[in-house]
């Protein structure tokens, strides 16, 4: 029974100066106990008045008590320590209980009521006292002063519809008086309904993609054997062209070298002919010349009859040699041949972008959205971020609704706020393929534009690099008092018409970024190609007005 006792209640034995466990516990002679080193500290600064007091009850005693050890105590507060070090005790990421001291044990559940955590030990009460039992007990929780109303120090348990925010019933007496509130579980009930068709809608759309990525799958195993197929045809086709032009080849090194053989035979047959009427006329002309010159008249006579005789009895040879017109068959033959090749290869260059190009419009591009229908399967729910609105503008509604206030708001200081410009960007990245609508109220604006932009954008200064649209970090569309788009400090007029509601629809991996108007029909604005080397975010600058996220229906 005393074990159960320390069990309950450890706190009975918490020594009221040192506000620990005693260490060496004694009792005084009014019945309190202390440790020893804290009781003797305290009635040592007493000691020359001479009179000693209590530091609990503030009894007197004269003379100085006399201090021994609380035995039954002590024995006590060894087994507490037992039952502590056999409790598990908080660690990295566990929620502390608040009501013990020393070695801080992990806590089981948290006291909406009493807005504090508790151990298994300190729970007790709760689960005990009927008092207690009303109180409404949760998981234990580390964000309990977020269940605060920051103004009120009041548990937040009212939702209020007309600003969609998590009130107080003190704040339904002032700042939300009037509008239309309901008790949280209510709402909690309604909003459970929409998130169960918001699951199913999800649900649908991710069957959808699942469905897609089998099928590209499929298209992906298709591609790799038909390119197999087209290389294996390929191969057999350039290697039968290759073995017959290698034959081809040789067949007509043949032939020009048994043409050349059969040219120079004859050649260097008539070389050796014509070689030898040269030297019959050389050796004849020698006779002529001797003859001319002897002085015996009638040798002469005799002479020359014979050798008249002999030099008109023999006809001289005729040779035509044409060696260059012996090949022109066979030039003529490769010219052409080497036309039909050329005329080939223009034809042969043009099968690989015919491939690609179809390949590209068979599966690589997805079929892009036509209707709205279309276009709310990949709808974003986004929310703005209050670490980068400028002081100038406020946000309400959950984040969903940016407006433009006289005066600076009461925002902390932050590294990614915008400090100069009037812009605010949402917290979700955008990845794939995104689509979301905002829509303002043109009798108060004076400027509005819808953007998207790289996360290191600026924030600081009035400089080009830190407004959408006037650097290579972001795309705008101004939507009023002109429609313009501009990036890089390049504007674009445009002449469409316009609505109060603009749809702005983003495929990251294809580099397309399109703005529509958004009324009974789609009409496209504009439409951005370009490639995309990081996550987008979607963006706003607003001066003199209201602009809000649009929900999917």
């Keep these: 029974m005393a074990e159960a006792g320390i069990s309950e209640d450890q706190d009975q034995f918490i020594c009221p100066v040192c506000l620990h466990l005693p260490n060496d516990p004694v009792t005084v002679p009014c019945g309190h106990s202390f440790c020893m080193l804290c009781i003797n500290g305290c009635w040592d600064q007493e000691d020359q008045r001479g009179v000693y007091s209590c530091p609990q009850c503030r009894e007197t005693f004269t003379p100085r008590p006399v201090l021994r050890r609380n035995y039954f105590i002590a024995e006590m507060l060894e087994k507490l320590k037992i039952d502590r070090q056999a409790a598990p005790p908080a660690g990295p990421g566990d929620v502390e209980c608040d009501f013990c001291t020393g070695r801080k044990l992990k806590a ?53 519809r007309t600003d969609q925010s998590c009130i107080c019933y003190l704040c339904t007496m002032h700042e939300h008086k009037g509008h239309d509130t309901v008790p949280a579980v209510a709402e909690r009930t309604q909003k459970q309904s929409e998130l169960k068709e918001l699951q199913r809608r999800f649900q649908q759309r991710l069957q959808e993609k699942e469905k897609e990525l089998q099928e590209l799958k499929q298209a992906v195993n298709t591609i790799k054997h038909s390119a197999q197929a087209a290389l294996e045809d390929s191969e057999k086709i350039f290697t039968e062209l290759i073995r017959s032009i290698e034959k081809k080849r040789s067949e007509v090194t043949e032939l020009i070298r048994a043409q050349e053989k059969a040219e120079l035979s004859q050649t260097e047959e008539l070389l050796e002919n014509l070689e030898q009427e040269i030297a019959d006329l ?26 008249c005789v002999s030099s008109g009895s023999e006809a001289l040879s005729s040779f035509t040699v044409r060696p260059q017109q012996s090949f022109d068959g066979v030039r003529k033959s490769l010219s052409d041949l080497k036309e039909r090749l050329e005329q080939f290869k223009k034809e042969f260059s043009q099968i690989p972008a015919q491939s690609s190009t ?34 100038k503008l406020c946000l309400s509604e959950e984040n969903r609704v940016v407006r433009w206030r006289w005066g600076s708001q009461r925002h902390s200081d932050h590294p990614e706020r915008f400090d100069s410009v009037c812009q605010v960007l949402c917290k979700e990245s955008l990845t794939g393929r995104c689509y979301w609508e905002v829509e303002w109220s043109e009798a108060e604006l004076r400027f509005v534009s819808t953007s998207v932009s790289y996360k290191g954008i ?27 788009f501009q990036h890089n400090k390049i504007k674009t007029a445009l002449s469409a018409p316009l609505s109060s509601r603009i749809g702005v629809y983003v495929d990251h991996s ?13 009409t496209l604005l504009h439409t951005v190609h370009t490639t995309f080397t990081q996550p987008l975010y979607a963006g706003f600058w607003v001066v003199l007005g209201t602009v809000k996220l649009c929900d999917s229906r």
């Design 108 to 160: 089981v559940k948290s006291c909406l009521m009493c807005l504090a955590s508790f151990c298994e030990d300190h729970l007790k009460p709760h689960l005990e006292v009927p008092a207690l039992k009303k109180h409404r007990l949760v998981k234990a929780s580390g964000q309990l002063q977020e269940k605060i109303c920051s103004q009120h120090d009041k548990l937040i348990e009212i939702y209020c």
């Design 458 to 484: 600026s924030r600081k200064g009035w400089g080009d690099e830190c407004v959408f649209g006037r650097n290579n970090q972001s795309w705008s569309l101004q939507c009023f008092p002109t429609l313009t």
């Design 510 to 522: 294809a580099g397309i970024l399109s703005f529509y108007s958004v009324s009974d029909t789609m």
């Design 282 to 307: 050389k050796r004849r002309n020698t006779e002529l010349e001797q003859l001319s010159q002897t002085e015996d008249h009638i040798h002469f006579l005799q002479s020359f009859q014979s050798l």
């Design 358 to 391: 179809a390949a590209a419009g068979r599966v690589i591009s997805p079929s892009a959205p036509k209707t709205r229908e279309d276009f709310l399967q990949y709808f974003c729910q986004l929310t703005l971020d209050p670490s980068t609105v400028n002081r």
